[in-house]
């Protein structure tokens, strides 16, 4: 196509560099990841969060996903088409569209600086899927960032940026941050930090029941809340539920043993959204401004 690189060898050292991003090592030697599919590669392109560095389409992807293309040359961002082999060999998942950027900063500040009422805290989550999948339900839920604790999965796993569908791209993500600095720094910053755990001493469905007009000892799902979410496999370990100013349950009405990491975090997440328009539901309907 007119105006933009063409890339033909599938075999090719260009090629191999990107598909190469999979690895991450590699990854952190080049301080660069790789970002797959419409969906991902549209937003990465679009937004401010990060520093695309080139954009790979095949021929029909660069017709089918023109404003992909039109937004990463009002960006100054180099395109490049290749042929179908030589998308397939950079991605098996990027649908013939493929961007390579900059590694996100990791720095909790940018999570705290927007002042967030809302932020979820991956502590130890091994598995890219879930991980992937809590940031995009943080992010459609309205929380103000996500944070990944030591010993987390990269945050730049293909699969985990694939599983975030684009939401990498709107919220802020601090990764590699001590569960104990993440927890303090959060609280200092005015949110309540809650632990979600099965064995909670707190029911979710008891707390949006009095959420805005919670007695003391009870958390208040209203107020400014950080989530710390545990491992796949094990939970929470003693350690890291001590850091919460409260542990909180997700009651299960029916016969399954437990909820997946991810379906009970978007659950958590959504309580704490919901609860937090309470107070200013209830003062429109007490006529105030």
Partial sequence: MDGHDLLTNPRSDR????????????RE??????????QAVREAVAGSRARVRDLYLTRA?????DEIVAAAAARGIRTTIGDDEVLAAMSADGQGVVAVADLLDPDLGHVLEGGPRLVAVLARVRDPGNAGTVIRAADAAGAGGVVLTTASVDVHNPKAVRSTAGSLFHVPVAYDVEPRAAVERLRAAGLTVLAADGTGEHDIDDLLDV???APAGVPDLAAPTAWLFGNEAWGLPDEDRALADAVVRVPLHGRAESLNLATAATVCLYASARAQRVPAQRVRADGGA
Avoid: M
């Avoid at 090629?15 to 590699?26: D, E, I, M, P, T």
């Avoid at 992807?61 to 996903?65: D, E």
């Fill in 15 to 26: 090629v191999k560099a990107v598909r190469a991003l999979a690895g991450r090592s590699v």
């Fill in 211 to 213: 959420a805005g007009r």
């Fill in 61 to 65: 992807g660069a017709h089918r996903y």
């Fill in 29 to 38: 030697r080049q301080r660069r990841f790789l970002v797959e599919g419409p």
